[in-house]
């Protein structure tokens, strides 16, 4: 990474960032590094409206140290109540917007969320947002400039970072949504939820998961060309060929990650392709070197319990349905509070209110009534 300009620098730990989760804090103290501020949030909501909005996604890095104090005291004390966020997630996709712009006067004198960003020192920071995976939102907040004002090369450069900065969130929550972060590029194989390819520095298909050869085998839009990944549509295999092209440039150049949709000819809707290069090899992957990752994610594929039936019969939030569900598929409160981004004592306390509406004590029986749920959906298909 020696030598880089600091743009590339910063598109490399983002990559690396996607598959490492440990990578995140470098990723972002180069990211306000290059950028030339204080410091950054990144969020991620779900909910179209204040009543209904959860953050699922949290992280705060100032002055080159993740602030994970300041990521529960947001959560706790002002998200609920913060006017700053609707307002953000009503503004145009990708439009840069100053905070004191976000607030009325009255707000900037009262606001407790206004009075705290003087502490993080963002009262003059910028905020955009972007359309996130499955209905979700996701929003780049920014510190204040460490220059006089925003300068117009700032500003540039903040645009040109956006599309990055929203593309390995998505592709960090994906993972994750898989049970798939921080899994090795060998682990990620094993993975039921995800299809994976790995490609080499030529393209070359190096080797596919289960999944991944169903996709490519089954007719679904995109094949397996002589060893080279191939959409079926004209159109979309020369926009794949394209990512291709920015993920793996030649003469060492620093490559690009990109997204993109596949039309399937039987089952709408589409896939979704996210392709990542990968940087340094990586010792426990014997044979060619792997230079990129593919991930095709399926929308349609589900859980077999649906968290919206469980929340429709147990009378749940949309969030503490997708709990009941994950704690009846045997995970624990630490594995989904890691794989929704969230802490122990957040999760802990939505299991407390689902017991409390269900009138029960112990977690064995919500299991049994989600199990129930269960039940009545398969009965119905």
């Known amino acids: 990474m020696r030598g880089q300009d600091p743009f590339d620098r910063t598109l490399a730990l983002l990559h690396e960032a996607t598959?490492?989760?440990?990578?995140?804090?470098?990723?972002?103290c180069q990211l306000n590094e290059t950028c030339r501020t204080r410091g950054?949030?990144?969020?991620?909501?779900?909910?179209?409206?204040?009543?209904?909005?959860?953050?699922?996604?949290?992280?705060?890095?100032?002055n080159g140290q993740r602030r994970e104090d300041w990521e529960r005291k947001y959560l706790e004390d002002y998200f609920p109540w913060d006017p700053r966020v609707a307002r953000v997630l009503q503004m145009p996709y990708g439009e840069l917007v100053h905070t004191p712009d976000l607030y009325t006067e009255r707000e900037k004198r009262?606001?407790?969320?206004?009075?705290?960003?003087?502490?993080?020192e963002a009262q003059k920071g910028l905020h955009v947002h972007q359309a996130g995976p499955s209905g979700s939102r996701v929003a780049w907040a920014i510190a204040d400039s460490l220059e006089e004002g925003w300068t117009s090369a700032q500003v540039r450069l903040i645009h040109h970072?956006?599309?990055?900065?929203?593309?390995?969130?998505?592709?960090?929550?994906?993972?994750?949504?898989?049970?798939?972060?921080?899994?090795?590029?060998?682990?990620?194989?094993?993975?039921?939820?995800?299809?994976?390819?790995?490609?080499?520095?030529?393209?070359?298909?190096?080797?596919?998961?289960?999944?991944?050869?169903?996709?490519?085998?089954?007719?679904?839009g995109l094949g397996d060309e002589g060893g080279f990944l191939h959409a079926w549509l004209p159109l979309e295999n020369s926009e794949l060929s394209r990512l291709l092209a920015n993920a793996l440039p030649s003469f060492g150049a620093q490559g690009r990650a990109g997204s993109m949709l596949i039309t399937r000819s039987l089952a709408p809707?589409?896939?979704?392709?996210?392709?990542?290069?990968?940087?340094?090899?990586?010792?426990?992957?014997?044979?060619?070197?792997?230079?990129?990752?593919?991930?095709?994610?399926?929308?349609?594929?589900?859980?077999?319990?649906?968290?919206?039936?469980?929340?429709?019969?147990?009378?749940?939030?949309?969030?503490?349905?997708?709990?009941?569900v994950e704690l009846a598929a045997g995970r624990t409160i630490r594995d989904i509070a890691r794989s929704k981004g969230r802490s122990e004592g957040t999760l802990r306390a939505h299991v407390k209110r689902i017991f409390r509406k269900q009138g029960i004590s112990r977690q064995v029986d919500l299991v049994l009534r989600v199990m129930t749920v269960e039940d009545i959906s398969d009965s119905r298909d």
């Open 269 to 324: 809707p589409p896939l979704v392709l996210h392709i990542n290069p990968v940087g340094e090899p990586q010792a426990e992957c014997p044979g060619p070197r792997v230079a990129a990752l593919v991930l095709v994610v399926d929308p349609a594929r589900r859980s077999r319990i649906d968290p919206k039936l469980v929340a429709a019969a147990l009378g749940l939030t949309p969030m503490e349905s997708e709990v009941a």
């Open 40 to 62: 950054s949030a990144l969020v991620l909501v779900d909910g179209c409206s204040p009543a209904d909005m959860e953050c699922c996604f949290i992280r705060f890095a100032l």
């Open 110 to 120: 009262n606001s407790p969320a206004y009075e705290a960003l003087l502490d993080t």
């Open 19 to 28: 598959l490492d989760d440990t990578r995140w804090l470098d990723a972002a």
């Open 161 to 220: 970072l956006q599309p990055h900065v929203f593309r390995y969130l998505s592709m960090r929550q994906q993972l994750a949504e898989a049970r798939a972060l921080g899994t090795s590029l060998s682990g990620l194989l094993d993975s039921t939820r995800l299809g994976v390819i790995q490609l080499d520095e030529r393209g070359r298909i190096v080797t596919a998961n289960d999944r991944a050869r169903g996709f490519l085998e089954e007719g679904a």
